[in-house]
C-alpha cells in the first residue's frame, strides 16, 4: 500500500490524535529494549500495550489500523465470541469494544502472548475467559511446535501434538468442548488464526459444532488448510467471501447437515 494511501487509511480508521500517538510511539519503540511494553492508543478500546521489537505492531495495525475485522462490524447482538489464536489481545479487544454484552473466550498457546493478552484485556475480567492452550480437533496434549509459519515471530507460533516420549505442556481445547462449557447455544462470532492448525480443526469432530456458528472468519494458512475447511462446509447453507487475508463463512440457521 503506498504510503499516501496508508496514512489517509490510519487517519479515516484511529482519527488524528490516535494516528499522531501511534507514530510517537513507533519512535519510542526503536529506543527502548526489545519486549519493553510500551501503551498504544486504540479507538473505542483506549490504551493496550505493546512489546518493543515483536509482531505486537504487525498485529494492531490489522486490527486497528487497517480493521481486518470490519468484514463482521455488521453483526448485532452477539452473544459469545470465540478467538481461537488470540495473540496478546488485539482482536479480542476490538471485539469486546464493539459487542458490549458478549461473552469472549480467547484462547492462545504461547505463555509470552498469553502474559500480554492477559493484561490487555483485564478491564473485561467479567466477560472473558482466557485460556492459555491450543485449538485442536479433540482433548489431547501439545507442544509448542519447532517449524513456524511466516516469519517465524510472535504472531506465527503455532502447536502440534506431543510425541510418544514427549511430555506435553498443555491440554488442547476443542470448539464443541469451549461451547459447551460456556452454556451458550451459539457461538456469534468464530475467529481462528491458529498458523496452520485449522487443517486439524476441520478435518474431524467438527460436526459436533460447526452448525452452531453463525460468523466465521478464518486466516487460511495453505492449500491443505483450504480444501480441509471446503470439505467441513460441504452441503452447509453458507455463503463465503474473502476481506483481505481472511475467509469469511456467514452461516444460515437453517443449515443442519453434521
Same mark, same amino acid.
Given at each position: ?63 486497528? +489500523? ?5 468484514? +463482521? ?61 491450543? +485449538? ?64 486439524? +480443526? ?57
Amino acid at each position: 500500500m503506498p504510503t499516501i494511501q496508508k496514512i489517509v487509511t490510519a487517519v479515516r480508521n484511529m482519527g488524528i490524535a490516535n494516528s499522531i500517538a501511534l507514530k510517537a510511539a513507533d519512535v519510542r519503540m526503536k529506543l527502548v529494549p526489545k519486549d519493553r511494553l510500551i501503551p498504544l492508543r486504540a479507538p473505542g478500546v483506549a490504551t493496550l500495550f505493546c512489546r518493543a521489537g515483536t509482531s505486537d505492531r504487525n498485529v494492531f495495525n490489522q486490527i486497528f +489500523v487497517e480493521r481486518e475485522y470490519r468484514c +463482521v462490524d455488521d453483526v448485532t447482538d452477539a452473544d459469545l465470541i470465540i478467538d481461537c489464536g488470540a495473540n496478546v489481545g488485539y482482536s479480542a479487544a476490538y471485539f469486546l469494544a464493539r459487542h458490549p454484552r458478549a461473552h469472549l473466550i480467547a484462547i492462545e498457546p504461547d505463555a509470552g502472548n498469553f502474559s500480554v493478552l492477559e493484561r490487555n484485556l483485564a478491564r473485561w475480567s467479567d466477560r472473558t475467559t482466557l485460556i492459555n492452550s491450543g +485449538v485442536w480437533s479433540a482433548t489431547t496434549g501439545l507442544v509448542m511446535s519447532e517449524i513456524r509459519s511466516g516469519d517465524g515471530r510472535e504472531w506465527s507460533y503455532t502447536v502440534r501434538p506431543n510425541g510418544p516420549h514427549e511430555k506435553p505442556t498443555m491440554s488442547a481445547v476443542d470448539i464443541g468442548g469451549l461451547l459447551a462449557q460456556s452454556g451458550r447455544g451459539r457461538i456469534s462470532i468464530l475467529k481462528i488464526d491458529i498458523e496452520g492448525a485449522e487443517r486439524e +480443526v476441520f478435518s474431524a469432530n467438527y460436526g459436533a459444532w460447526i452448525d452452531s456458528v453463525d460468523h466465521l472468519v478464518i486466516e487460511l494458512h495453505g492449500d491443505d488448510c483450504k480444501a480441509a475447511l471446503t470439505s467441513a462446509l460441504n452441503g452447509r447453507d453458507v455463503s463465503i467471501s474473502t476481506c483481505d487475508e481472511l475467509t469469511v463463512c456467514n452461516f444460515s440457521r437453517n443449515s443442519n447437515r453434521s
